[in-house]
């Protein structure tokens, strides 16, 4: 879903215009089958079905031991998130695909388990998310695949003007959908925000946010325990270029600890680290080092460019923060400016 610029643009021809009508005729159709209280009593009964019958699973996986996952089939994985997607829980359903991924090195265990934890969390939350505060009963029903229309965020979600750093993008596909990710931070808040655009086969992904400007723009965030992602409600005159403003190492971790305990399925954070260098541990392994002498790893498949661009100096790095290390997105030098890595 793109980031939207209030007001709009010409419709252009009429043909243009009449395919841009259906489309918002079958949207407002869409949105209005989902408001229908019969509909959503359905789905919410299938839901409820799909997510017993994965905390059943979920037993079962535990209850046999781990090590038959160690060689088990894609297939283990994939029907339990087919009987997701059946149930209408479809991100849901995504997270239970993922734990195939998971690389089957030592300790492997203890990360599967500690992912088959979050996920029965996750089920207990939603069967008892009347108890929860408002924001983290959003967060939970979002996790389980229950979307909020943008206009709906446009029009009631928190409004936030910053001058909006860019400061990284990633672009991921999955079956026929390609997804952008594209992080901001604010830079007298210190916010940081994410916005979403998808792209079929045949279209287009949004263009709009370029890493290494800086927007001045109101956001509008959808609901939830740690708001994050975002649409662009308004901008206010032409991106400029700039640095973003970034924190040291114990500011970042006292950054996503506390977004941590607002939403405890946060599975990356966005990392903007000010005078950092990149250093090698006996082992060879890569760091980014601050002026303190605190510091995180690095996960990326080539790292000459960063390499090349510090040369043993401070930099401005931002990237994607996972369980396993941080996945540099783009770096700012002195004298190089902004580097895509």
């Known amino acids: 879903m793109r980031g939207i610029v209030r007001g709009g643009s010409p419709s252009g021809s009429r043909t243009g215009g009449g395919r841009a009508d259906r489309a918002?005729?079958?949207?407002a159709s869409s949105a209005a089958r989902t408001r229908d209280p019969k509909t959503a009593e359905r789905r919410a009964r299938r839901v409820d079905d799909g997510l017993a019958e994965l905390d059943q699973w979920l037993r079962d996986q535990v209850a046999h031991g781990l090590a038959q996952a160690e060689k088990a089939p894609y297939r283990l994985w994939d029907d339990a998130?087919?009987?997701l997607v059946d149930a209408q829980?479809?991100?849901l359903a995504g997270l239970v695909r993922g734990l195939a991924a998971i690389p089957r090195r030592p300790g492997w265990p203890g990360r599967l388990l500690e992912e088959y934890a979050l996920l029965r969390l996750l089920?207990?939350?939603y069967q008892r998310q009347e108890e929860l505060p408002e924001g983290l009963r959003e967060t939970v029903r979002s996790r389980v695949g229950f979307t909020v229309p943008q206009e709906e965020v446009l029009s009631g979600g928190e409004r936030v003007r910053d001058l909006w750093s860019v400061t990284g993008s990633r672009d991921t596909a999955q079956d026929l959908l390609t997804t952008r990710r594209v992080w901001l931070r604010g830079n007298r808040t210190g916010r940081p925000a994410l916005v979403l655009s998808f792209a079929a086969p045949g279209t287009s992904l949004d263009g709009s946010l370029?890493?290494?400007?800086?927007?001045d723009a109101e956001l509008a965030f959808y609901p939830g325990g740690q708001p994050l992602r975002a649409l662009v409600a308004d901008r206010y005159g032409s991106p400029m270029r700039g640095a973003p403003a970034g924190t040291s190492v114990r500011g970042f971790l006292d950054e996503h600890a506390a977004a941590l305990a607002l939403d405890p399925w946060l599975d990356r954070w966005p990392a903007t680290l000010e005078d950092v260098r990149v250093a090698r541990t006996e082992g060879g392994d890569l760091h980014v080092v601050d002026g303190a002498g605190d510091s995180l790893p690095l996960r990326m498949g080539d790292p000459w460019r960063l390499l090349?661009?510090?040369?043993?100096g401070p930099v401005t790095l931002a990237g994607e923060w996972r369980p396993r290390g941080l996945r540099p997105l783009a770096a700012w030098h002195d004298d190089e400016g902004t580097v895509i890595l």
């Open 24 to 27: 918002a005729e079958r949207r």
């Open 89 to 91: 829980a479809g991100a």
């Open 123 to 125: 089920v207990r939350a």
């Open 308 to 312: 090349a661009l510090s040369g043993g």
């Open 210 to 215: 370029v890493v290494g400007t800086q927007v």
């Open 81 to 83: 998130a087919r009987r």
